[in-house]
T-cell receptor, first 112, second 115 residues
């Protein structure tokens, strides 16, 4: 099993550009989530999904969209990148909402 | 939203020393998790706690779920160089009706081991 994979590992965007961060898991996990990690802030929940076709907002959802068309994939879309979205983004998955979550290696995003 | 206070923010210790860190919350959690993050990597789960009062060990690591369900601690015995990293606590309210049903993370404890 590859576990949770994320692409790209690094990305630089200009303000106003859009892009999609990819996340995939091969563990047949129902629950997937996206977090952002900023210095001194810990990890904060952006969006999560409890299964294919179901998504919900977390603590900091503004400026991000998600969809869950398959169990395996949970892409995160930045609609119009802003410098405040410069961060490290982590995707995580678990067997269900209440199990421990497994994290991907992260995507480091810089918005100029 | 829920707030987790994790302390200390950083620790400078000698190899071989024991380490203790804790998290407190203003809200009740049903699950407490402890993660370790190495530079450039995602957090890796160390210990998961599901019951108030539960004490769980994983090698040199021991964690407890506070009886009030508002706190947890992590102890590391006889620290070694590879223990260096950032340790995060995370809590989850299992039966929340809405809002942020993911994990709420503390801000981390930076563990630095001096030779």
């Amino acid at each position: 099993n590859a576990g949770v994979t994320q692409t790209p590992k690094f990305q630089v965007l200009k303000t106003g550009q859009s892009m999609t961060l990819q996340c995939a898991q091969d563990m047949n996990h129902e629950y997937m989530s996206w977090y952002r990690q900023d210095p001194g802030m810990g990890l904060r929940l952006i969006h999560y999904s409890v299964g294919a076709g179901i998504t919900d907002q977390g603590e900091v959802p503004n400026g991000y969209n998600v969809s869950r068309s398959t169990t395996e994939d949970f892409p995160l879309r930045l609609l119009s990148a802003a410098p405040s979205q410069t961060s490290v983004y982590f995707c995580a998955s678990s067997g269900n909402l209440y199990n421990e979550q497994f994290f991907g290696p992260g995507t480091r995003l810089t918005v100029l | 939203g829920q707030q987790l206070n994790q302390s200390p923010q950083s620790m400078f210790i000698q190899e071989g020393e024991d380490v203790s860190m804790n998290c407190t919350s203003s809200s009740i959690f049903n699950t407490w998790l402890w993660y370790k993050q190495d530079p450039g990597e995602g957090p890796v789960l160390l210990i998961a706690l599901y019951k108030a009062g539960e004490l769980t060990s994983n090698g040199r690591l021991t964690a407890q779920f506070g009886i009030t369900r508002k706190d947890s601690f992590l102890n590391i015995s006889a620290s070694i160089p590879s223990d260096v990293g950032i340790y995060f606590c995370a809590g989850q309210l299992r039966d929340s009706g809405g809002g942020a049903d993911g994990l709420t993370f503390g801000k981390g404890t930076h563990l630095i081991i001096q030779p």
